[in-house]
Every structure is written in C-alpha cells, then in structure tokens.
C-alpha cells in the first residue's frame, strides 16, 4: 500500500474517530439524566448553595440554561463545586461536563489544558479592595507600594498583580492561599491591607464582610478579564450546545423574548422571532446541535434571556446591583453579541 493509500485511510479513521467523539458527552448527559457542571465553592450572585442546598448565581443559571436546551428542564444538572486549582483538573478528567465558574479565558488556557471556552458571559477586570477605616487616606491603587495584598494562588489574579506592581514600580508583600475561603477570611482579620480579585468578586465578597460599608473597591480596573463557560476540547457538539446557549440567551434578551412573555410570543408574526423559538415548519435551528427545535423556547422558559439572569443574580434586581456596564447588548453600548440563530 503506497503512502497516499495510507494517508487516505488514516485520515478516514481520524475522521471517524472525531465523528464518534463528538457525540460523546452529549450521549453521556442524556444516558445519566443531568449535567454535571463545575461551579464555585460559593460566591454571592455567581454561584452558592442556600441554607436548603439549592445552588443560585448567574454561573448557577448558566448551567442550568444548558439542561434546558438538552432536557427540557433546567433543574436536570448537578453541581460540583470546585476551587481555582481543582476546577480544570475536574474537567479534564471527565469528572464534570462543564465548567462555569468565574474562569477568565486566556490563551494559555485555551491551548494547552485541554479544554474550550465557549463565549464570554461576563466581562470583568481585576480591582482592589481596602479597609477604608483601617487605610482612610488611600484613595488609589497607585498608593498601595509596600502594601501586604492578599491573593488566591493558581489564578490570572496572582499574575496580573505582579505586573501591575512591576509596571508601577512599585513593592508589595503578596499574602497567597490556595482557597477563596481562606483569602477572604485573611483580608476580613486584618492580615492584608488589600485583597484584589475580579471586582465582580469583590463586590460579591464586600456583602458578606460585618461591616461591608467600611470597606471599599478602588476606582483601577488593572486587566481584562473575560469569563466564561468551558468544555473539553475535541467534543464539537458539546461545545456547540454551550457556545449556543449562551447566544440563544443573548439573542432572546434582544429581541424582547422574556420567561413572562414566551406565551405571547409564540404567537408572534416576526420571521425571526419565529425562526428562534422554532416555529416554522421548515425550521432547523435543532438539528445540527443534536437538540429538538424547542431548545430555545425551553431556555427562556426554564432559566430566561441573559438580561433576566444578569438582572436577578448580579444587577439592579440583586444585592450586588452591578451595573450592566461591558455587559450590556452591542445596542445598548455593550460588548454581548450573538450571531444569527438562523
């Protein structure tokens, strides 16, 4: 056999091999009932059990917009909690479906973990939080030279201090822990003068303090930190199916397609409207992610459009009341997009 006839045939395997590995985590998913999704240990408005052990957040409802789209019920998942070293090791192992848990995407990570990300759901930026009893004539980051900051190992966070520091010529004392929990409670006994992290989690973090009005997050925004949901490389369905879910979630907010006005909108005469929800006879938005017609309609149902879920988790309608910001629609003066569902 010539080397032609044999590049040929493996091509033809690796095909079939890539084929047959594409379907795999959804034919898992649907075999076991649920998605198992990776989320964080618990952090206010993202992800965190409640008293009963009923995971809420926006990365809660992202997980649970996924089981939508494929089950018709976005109660079917299960959540393992993971911290910031455990999270990736956790989904390449297989031992979670999805990872969506405040992880920033970066190259680094999308070329040598194993693992895609699938969008971006919430754009963010490192900050800093101080005591401002503690530190009352500190009004910059700028004047933090010399400071003791405390920061989780194994994050973008632990990186992008030491540049800023380096960019600014400036010294500081880095106070690391591996856990989220261990860093806050480090910062709230006065171990540090500083803790920096994403500002959504500062913010987050500031509402379960004792005396939250005495703590502030300085004005600098020292990185871009774009966070979002991840899967395991070499699974183009399951990627497909989160990629989309999250866009099906940007485009319903868009075109005005709410969990308390799905009703009427199925009534609704807009081609596109129709052709989203799946409506038309001729429809196929389903068929090429391996999912019936209705998955958009059971997302909004289910779980709602992205500005619903950004609203009741982490904005105006929540005790974080973070402004939409880079997170508002394109049309808005925002960053969150979405390609046709056509």
């Not at 963010?124 to 989780?152: E, K, R």
């Not at 400036?170 to 709230?188: D, I, K, L």
Request: charged letters at 20%.
């Amino acid at each position: 056999m010539n080397k032609f006839m044999v590049g040929i045939l493996g091509g033809a395997v690796m095909a079939l091999g890539a084929s047959t590995a594409s379907a795999a985590t959804l034919d898992d998913v649907k075999a076991k009932g649920f998605v198992q999704c990776g989320v964080h240990t618990g952090l206010a408005g993202f992800a965190a059990p409640d008293d009963a052990g009923e995971w809420t957040g926006f990365d809660v409802d992202m997980c649970r917009a996924v089981a939508a789209a494929v089950f018709g019920d976005a109660d079917s998942v299960q959540y393992t909690p993971t911290n910031a070293t455990e999270r990736f090791t956790a989904l390449q192992s297989g031992e979670i479906d999805l990872l969506a848990r405040n992880t920033t995407w970066t190259l680094t990570r999308d070329t040598t973990l194993g693992l895609t990300f699938a969008g971006v759901n919430y754009y963010d930026g490192q900050g800093f939080m101080i005591n401002q009893t503690a530190l009352p004539d500190i009004n910059s980051a700028l004047q933090l030279s010399g400071a003791a900051i405390c920061v989780q190992s194994g994050t973008t966070t632990e990186l992008n201090l030491a540049d800023y520091f380096a960019a600014n010529n400036m010294e500081y004392n880095p106070v690391v822990f591996q856990g989220f929990e261990e860093t806050n409670a480090a910062y709230e006994a006065g171990r540090c003068d500083a803790y920096t992290t994403d500002a959504s989690g500062l913010y987050a973090l500031r509402l379960t303090l004792a005396n939250p009005d005495e703590h502030v997050v300085l004005p600098e925004i020292i990185s871009k930190e774009p966070l979002g949901p991840a899967v395991r490389q070499g699974d183009e369905q399951w990627f497909n199916i989160v990629k989309w879910t999250l866009f099906a979630m940007v485009q319903a907010e868009e075109l005005g397609i709410t969990s308390e006005n799905l009703e009427e909108m199925l009534s609704s005469e807009s081609p596109e409207v129709r052709r989203v929800l799946g409506l038309e006879d001729e429809s196929t938005i389903g068929q090429g992610l391996g999912l019936e017609n209705d998955w958009v309609q059971a997302i909004v149902r289910e779980v709602g459009n992205y500005g619903e879920v950004f609203d009741r988790n982490i904005g105006t309608g929540s005790p974080l009341a973070i402004a939409r910001g880079l997170n508002a629609l394109w049309t808005d003066g925002g960053l969150q997009y979405a390609p046709p569902l056509r």
